[in-house]
């Protein structure tokens, strides 16, 4: 689903996802628009633009993300600020691309982030994994782990291998390479621990893992 306020741009995208084998399910023009577009088409991937009229597209974030945490947000914004991409990382999003990147880029972005991988516009993975450390200098939220920690499921051996070169940065692929395993093998121990861990996205799955210090391990 792709979603953004400028229609030839919207369409062009789409067009251009279509034309490369990608089955384009809705697209939206305001963030009141996507949020109950999402919902109805339920979609692998949404391609989100944050600057949209009505709600802006970090709250669309936040929203459709805790109605499918399965969902995959690929923001593709104008802006490459820090403060920007970060905002859109705590909403949820799964990768941050510039509109400066080519159609090629775009297209292997939109496969990258439907494989469950993060994907980010070169020198901002740098950033991102940065805020996720100091997140975990900060204390956790009443949603998180908190009082209830000492009663954390346990995770098997291979989880939290797994779990531990999330925590690094690697992407799926680097992981399952490391680990000599399936792309679709990391995959299920990712989600398994997420439902181990009631975490909603890789983002708290990060926070988790670093606040345990296992990215130092």
Not at 37 to 61: E, S, Y
């Amino acid at each position: 689903m792709v979603v953004d306020d400028h229609p030839m741009w919207r369409d062009a995208v789409a067009r251009d996802l279509a034309e490369s084998g990608f089955e384009v399910v809705a697209t939206a023009g305001d963030g009141d628009q996507a949020v109950r577009r999402a919902k109805a088409a339920a979609p692998d991937v949404l391609v989100l633009d944050l600057n949209l009229p009505g709600k802006p597209g970090v709250q669309v974030c936040k929203e459709v993300v805790a109605d499918r945490p399965t969902l995959r947000v690929l923001v593709l914004s104008a802006s490459g600020e820090h403060a920007d991409v970060l905002e859109a990382v705590k909403s949820g999003a799964t990768g941050y691309l510039v509109k400066s990147a080519s159609t090629e880029e775009l297209q292997d972005a939109v496969r990258r982030t439907a494989a469950g991988d993060p994907v980010f516009t070169p020198g901002l993975a740098g950033l991102v994994l940065g805020e996720y450390r100091r997140l975990a200098a900060e204390p956790l939220s009443a949603a998180g782990a908190g009082p209830e920690e000492p009663k954390a499921p346990r995770l098997t051996d291979r989880e939290t291998e797994v779990l531990r070169l999330v925590a690094k940065g690697l992407s799926y692929k680097q992981i399952a390479e490391r680990l000599v395993i399936s792309h679709r093998t990391v995959q299920n121990h990712v989600q398994n621990t997420l439902g181990k861990l009631q975490l909603h996205n890789r983002v708290e799955l990060v926070r988790y893992a670093i606040e345990r210090g296992l990215d130092d391990e």
